[in-house]
């Protein structure tokens, strides 16, 4: 067994380095060797979950005769069992005689095996995924004239195709400050799992996708039923690409899995520059210009909303839609809506102050905007918090505390 294990092993490595190389998925090996290598090798590379597949049985002794009976040979991933159904070809029948010739070898055992007797003759027995050498043997007799023979199958190597055991319990996509995406995942468990590759795309079509880790990333968690954290930082993202990622965890019996892990523009958040005022003594009832500046590293068409606040009362907001739609607001904190704010003359309040747009202007990265402020009193007195918040399209969100003033009669 341990010399099966070591050419899973083997074949996984392999299956890894043609990844990298990135051909189409799914990738699984063309034809897996058998050892020891015969002339008349009936290879399998696939043994489907469920699915029967037929194979010949020979004439014992001559792997030129395919005749006297065939199989079906059934896997069960869940089960790990075998199932192998026996039907004499016409004209034969099975020899009920001597049942202890009925067998089937799995790596030159015979496994403990359930048999169901009649026409055909039925074996269920465990078969553990990973491949294996199988060998069918059984006698049939000639219904015209008391011939008998055994009927083998050469050198079958199967490999149950199961879907490998991970299970992804998370993932996460950041971008990181400069270029770059960090991905994060986490399994559930890893039962067969050696390790994983990242793949990246432009379009959300997988097998357009190349694996961006240059080595497997393996596991540390292999046949483990407890899951990990993985973390990995993908440093060859270009700023301002839209990527879809998927996870594709390498099976040890060959077979991988892939997980889709959606998309992320990488990105930069935007910044608040400045704001003109910060400190000083602010009558009520006065209108007082507040001059704020924004920016995104990624262009300040990026931003989707910029918000000046003084303290939690007012709050006034430059909004953005995709299309370019401008529209500024004003915040009311006792009915939580906003209202439409024009340029001059047009004035907007909330039942803490008045608040208009004097000015805006782009230039560059940077978004300027003037306001101007009026504070209703006695309610606003005191000292008050100037914030600015921002968030760009992709979502990327910075609050900032500019400074405290005083709001005075
Ligand atoms: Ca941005």
Same mark, same amino acid.
């Given at each position: 067994m341990k010399r099966y294990k070591w050419l899973n092993l083997v074949l996984a490595a392999i299956l890894v380095f043609v990844g990298v190389l990135g051909?189409?998925?799914?990738?699984?090996?063309e034809e897996i060797a058998c050892?020891?290598?015969?002339?008349a090798c009936v290879t399998f590379t696939d043994l489907p979950d469920g699915v029967p597949i037929p194979i010949p049985l020979y004439q014992a002794g001559r792997p030129d005769k395919p005749i006297l009976a065939t199989a079906e040979l059934t896997y069960s991933c869940s089960a790990q069992t075998l199932t192998v159904k026996v039907t004499p070809k016409p004209g034969w029948m099975l020899d009920?005689?001597?049942?202890?010739?009925v067998w089937v070898k799995v790596d030159g055992v015979k496994p403990p095996t359930t048999y169901s007797w009649g026409y055909t003759v039925t074996m269920v027995l465990p078969m553990t995924k990973g491949s294996h050498l199988v060998d069918i043997h059984v006698n049939v007799l000639s219904l015209f004239g008391g011939n008998w023979e055994t009927a083998a199958a050469y050198c079958l190597c199967l490999r149950p195709s199961c879907p490998t055991s991970v299970e992804l319990a998370g993932f996460k996509l950041t971008p990181l400050p400069d270029n770059g995406v960090l991905v994060g995942w986490e399994t559930g468990n890893e039962i067969d799992n050696l390790g994983f590759n990242i793949r990246r795309g432009t379009t959300n079509v997988v097998e357009d996708?190349?694996?961006?880790?240059?080595e497997m990333i393996e596991s *540390?968690?292999?046949?483990?039923m407890v899951g990990m954290s993985y973390r990995y930082e993908d440093l060859t993202a270009i700023h301002g690409q839209k990527y879809w990622y998927w996870l594709e965890d390498i099976g040890a019996d060959g077979f991988n899995g892939i997980h889709p892990m959606g998309w992320i523009r990488v990105d930069l958040p935007p910044v608040n520059v400045s704001i003109e005022p910060t400190s000083g003594d602010f009558k009520t009832w006065t209108w007082h210009e507040f001059v704020v500046e924004f920016q995104d590293p990624?262009?300040? *068409?990026?931003?989707k909303y910029a918000d000046l606040r003084i303290g939690e009362k007012i709050i006034v907001r430059y909004r953005r839609t995709p299309l370019g739609v401008t529209r500024f607001l004003l915040w009311n904190p006792d009915t939580s809506k906003w209202a439409s704010l024009a340029g001059d003359p047009l004035t907007r309040q909330n039942p803490y102050g008045y608040a208009r747009v004097a000015g805006i202007s782009q230039e560059g990265e940077t978004l300027r905007i003037t306001y101007q402020l009026k504070f209703k009193g006695p309610v606003m007195l005191g000292a008050r918090l100037i914030s600015l918040q921002a968030m760009d399209f992709p979502g990327m969100r910075v609050t900032s505390e500019m400074g405290s003033i005083n709001i005075v009669r």
């Open positions: 051909t189409a998925l799914p990738v699984a090996a050892e020891p290598v015969c002339p009920l005689f001597d049942p202890s010739e996708a190349i694996v961006v880790n240059a *540390q968690a292999f046949g483990s990624d262009g300040w *068409q990026d931003i």
